[in-house]
Each structure stands twice: as C-alpha cells, then as structure tokens.
C-alpha cells in the first residue's frame, strides 16, 4: 500500500476515535448540566431537600471503594459561614478515609444554603452531597414552652457566664441533634450516620470502614471521647430521664450501661456523657419507638429550653439506658480532635500502623475530666495497655 494511502487511514481513524470520544464526554456533561439545572429548581424536590450533587465525574481520578460498603452517610449542621471550617473537617475526613470510600454527605441547616457552601463542599465530598433545609417546626418553640419564661432563663443564665446560656439558637441546635435530624427527609435513606462538626482533625488513618464495623459487630452508637456535663446546663435532665424510666419500662435494656451514668444504680446523674460532636450510629435505633418515645418525654419537659440541655448528655443517656452494654463503642483506632478535647489513640503500635500524627501526651482518655475510664469499668472492658502512662 502507497505510504500517502496509509497515513490519510490513520488520520481518519484517530479523527473517528476523537469523534467518538467528544461524543461520549459531551453527553456526560450535558447529564451533569442537567443535574445542575434540578439542584437549583428546589420545587422538584420533597420538602425539606434543596439540592443533590452528584459526585465528581472531572478532575483526578477517584481510588475505587475497596470492599463493601453499607448503607450510610456523613451528616453536618452548619450555618453558610462554616463553610471554610466545615471544608477543613471534610478534607481531613476525605485524606483519612472516604477518598477510598466515598459515602455521601447531607449537610442540612435552618436557612438555606447559598452557592459558595454546596460548590466548596460538593467539590471536597468523594461522595454524593445532599443539601437540606430543616422544617421551621424543628427549629422553633413548641407551643407548650412558656417563652417568657424561656427568656428569663437566658437571662440568669447569661449573668451567670453559662456557656451558650443566652443563645436560642444554640438550643434550637441542641434539641434538633437530639430528636430531628435522623428524621429529615434526606436522612430516611440511610441506616447509619457520621456526625462531622466543623473544625475537627483527624490524625490517623482510618483503616477498617467504622461504619462496616458497627453493622457486622451488632453495634448501634460510638463515640471517641466522653467527659462530664456541666450541672448548671441539665439541673432536671435526671429526673426527666428517671420519669421516663418509670413510665416506660419496656424500653429499658436490661444489660445497660447505667453504671457509666450513676455511681449510686441510679439514683443520681454523674454527668459522665459522650462527646457528640463525633458519633457513628445507627438511624434506624434513634427512629425506633423507643428512642422517640424517650425524646418526646424529655422534650415535653422543656429543658431544652427552660435550661440548657445539650444533645450529648441527651443521647448517651438513651444509650446507656437503652442499649445493650457492647451495642455502644469506643473507637480507639479514630483520633479525634474537637476544641478542646483530644482523642489519641493508646497504643504505640496502633499509632505507627495508622500514621498517626497526634502527641500522645495529648490523649485526653485516662486523664480526671474525662470518663471513658468509667466506661470500660461499666461494661467490664480491660484498659489498654500503657493507659497508666497517659494519666
Ligand atoms: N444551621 C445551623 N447550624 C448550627 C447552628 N448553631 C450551631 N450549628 C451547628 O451545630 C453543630 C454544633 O454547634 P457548635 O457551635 O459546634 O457547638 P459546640 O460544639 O457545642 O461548641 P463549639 O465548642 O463552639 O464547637 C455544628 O455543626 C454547628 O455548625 C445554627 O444556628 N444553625
Ligand atoms: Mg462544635
């Protein structure tokens, strides 16, 4: 064959192939445009849900998700100006974990987000990202709380330097995290969650899927760090538990974990809670009938708003109460870091193997304030070796 002949075959066999690649990419985008044009007509989507992003499909290629991963998400509260603190959080979650994972992230918050939030936060999320708007009868007085009486409370509670004492939002936040946001429209798709606040660090490698793990070792809420509540922001949260008790008996597991809340089988509350502002768990447990008829019986009381009552004390005292001992735990293996508490794992070897690069001195565990030494006492766990040294 004459050479010219040949050539003007390669030509137009790489003028076809780049023909059809066009082709191809050009209909991908014209999907995602398509996609984009939905996010922003909010009419489309059920109340409640003001856009899905789909994730990214441009730039570096993704790892590929190793193994089986189960039905969950990451969810974070947020205003629209913790968007950079947010993208901190997201990016160690990401460099530490979901970058070979990539499972969704719900975002939701009171007002609705603006462009400069879903753009930073769907371009960092290796997985789909949901943005969600929050009913105003979640995020406002329930008819049966007194508001003057709730502002009188703010009032004393400010003079008192009460931390957050004079906020209404922040107890709009609390009460939400403690009985809405597994119920929002976004999060009925989901079994189990990860709550991410802004400004967190992760600081080591996270190597087994923590979501995997609580789904095929029977476990339905985790935590990190644990610590005591302070008594002026639930002087009544004890009581309203102890009468939830009483009327409702049925819901009370019978391998608990009260020892980790009272030293005296219940008669008091020590304020021993877990930290909430990181929490793996699971959605079906806090929408169970029992869960909900807990949240209902501490949110008729008003301690929400009559005092201060925080999300934290809110849950670990469910868990301890309505949960089997070894349904509830501590993730050793996630370094955790939320201002000012510090979760290093104990462990040399743990620390090198996962890359971790927190100072161990750091790992707040086994010091006075905290109480995760009275977990492991309460459902009988041995301590880890070399926990004495980080006292
Ligand atoms: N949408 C929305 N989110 C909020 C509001 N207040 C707090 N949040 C979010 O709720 C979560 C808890 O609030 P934080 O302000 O972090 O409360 P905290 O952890 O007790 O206190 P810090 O020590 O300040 O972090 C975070 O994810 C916040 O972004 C609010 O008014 N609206
Ligand atoms: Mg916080």
């Given at each position: 064959m004459p050479t010219g002949a040949r050539y003007l075959r390669y030509i137009l066999f790489a003028f076809f192939t780049l023909a059809c690649f066009y082709f191809y990419s050009s209909s991908s985008s014209g999907l995602q445009t398509r996609t984009g044009t939905l996010n922003e007509q909010s009419s489309l989507y059920p109340s409640g849900v003001q856009g899905i992003t789909p994730k990214p499909t441009g730039g570096v290629p993704l790892p590929e998700a190793d193994g089986i991963r189960v039905n969950a998400t990451f969810v974070t509260l947020a205003r629209n100006h913790d968007v950079w603190e947010i993208a901190r959080s997201i990016r160690q979650v990401e460099d530490r974990f979901n970058r070979n994972y990539h499972y969704d992230w719900v975002f939701l918050n009171d007002q609705p987000f603006d462009d400069t939030f879903k753009k930073v936060t769907s371009a960092l999320v290796s997985g789909n990202t949901k943005y969600g708007l929050i009913p105003k009868e979640h995020w406002s007085f329930p008819e049966w709380i007194d508001e003057k009486k709730a502002a009188q409370v703010r009032k004393e509670m400010s003079e008192k330097k009460i931390i957050y004492g004079d906020s209404i939002s922040y107890r709009h936040m609390c009460r939400y995290e403690s009985g809405f946001f597994f119920r929002h429209p976004l999060m009925l798709d989901y079994e189990w969650y990860w709550r991410v606040e802004p400004s967190i660090e992760l600081f080591c490698d996270i190597s087994e899927d923590p979501f995997k793990f609580m789904a095929d070792n029977g476990k339905k809420y985790s935590f990190t760090l644990s610590l005591y509540e302070y008594e002026e922001t639930i002087p009544t949260l004890w009581k309203s538990?102890?009468?939830?008790?009483?009327?409702?008996?049925?819901?009370?597991?019978?391998?608990?974990?009260?020892?980790?809340?009272?030293?005296?089988?219940?008669?008091?509350?020590?304020?021993?809670?877990?930290?909430?502002?990181?929490?793996?768990?699971?959605?079906?447990?806090?929408?169970?009938?029992?869960?909900?008829d807990y949240f209902t019986s501490l949110d008729k009381d008003g301690g929400f708003f009559y005092e201060r009552w925080g999300d934290a004390p809110v849950h670990s005292i469910a868990a301890a109460l309505m949960l089997k001992k070894d349904e509830i735990h501590f993730f050793n293996n996630i370094a955790y870091y939320h201002v000012p508490f510090t979760h290093c794992p104990t462990g040399e070897k743990t620390r090198l193997d996962l890359k971790c690069h927190c100072n161990p001195s750091d790992n707040f565990d086994w010091k006075g304030y905290s109480c995760t030494s009275r977990f492991f006492d309460a459902v009988g766990m041995k301590k880890p070796e070399g926990y004495e040294d980080e006292k």
């Amino acid at each position: 064959m004459p050479t010219g002949a040949r050539y003007l075959r390669y030509i137009l066999f790489a003028f076809f192939t780049l023909a059809c690649f066009y082709f191809y990419s050009s209909s991908s985008s014209g999907l995602q445009t398509r996609t984009g044009t939905l996010n922003e007509q909010s009419s489309l989507y059920p109340s409640g849900v003001q856009g899905i992003t789909p994730k990214p499909t441009g730039g570096v290629p993704l790892p590929e998700a190793d193994g089986i991963r189960v039905n969950a998400t990451f969810v974070t509260l947020a205003r629209n100006h913790d968007v950079w603190e947010i993208a901190r959080s997201i990016r160690q979650v990401e460099d530490r974990f979901n970058r070979n994972y990539h499972y969704d992230w719900v975002f939701l918050n009171d007002q609705p987000f603006d462009d400069t939030f879903k753009k930073v936060t769907s371009a960092l999320v290796s997985g789909n990202t949901k943005y969600g708007l929050i009913p105003k009868e979640h995020w406002s007085f329930p008819e049966w709380i007194d508001e003057k009486k709730a502002a009188q409370v703010r009032k004393e509670m400010s003079e008192k330097k009460i931390i957050y004492g004079d906020s209404i939002s922040y107890r709009h936040m609390c009460r939400y995290e403690s009985g809405f946001f597994f119920r929002h429209p976004l999060m009925l798709d989901y079994e189990w969650y990860w709550r991410v606040e802004p400004s967190i660090e992760l600081f080591c490698d996270i190597s087994e899927d923590p979501f995997k793990f609580m789904a095929d070792n029977g476990k339905k809420y985790s935590f990190t760090l644990s610590l005591y509540e302070y008594e002026e922001t639930i002087p009544t949260l004890w009581k309203s538990a102890k009468k939830f008790m009483s009327e409702h008996p049925e819901h009370i597991a019978e391998d608990n974990t009260m020892a980790f809340l009272s030293d005296d089988n219940g008669e008091t509350y020590n304020r021993c809670h877990f930290w909430s502002n990181f929490e793996v768990g699971s959605l079906n447990w806090l929408r169970s009938p029992a869960y909900i008829d807990y949240f209902t019986s501490l949110d008729k009381d008003g301690g929400f708003f009559y005092e201060r009552w925080g999300d934290a004390p809110v849950h670990s005292i469910a868990a301890a109460l309505m949960l089997k001992k070894d349904e509830i735990h501590f993730f050793n293996n996630i370094a955790y870091y939320h201002v000012p508490f510090t979760h290093c794992p104990t462990g040399e070897k743990t620390r090198l193997d996962l890359k971790c690069h927190c100072n161990p001195s750091d790992n707040f565990d086994w010091k006075g304030y905290s109480c995760t030494s009275r977990f492991f006492d309460a459902v009988g766990m041995k301590k880890p070796e070399g926990y004495e040294d980080e006292k």
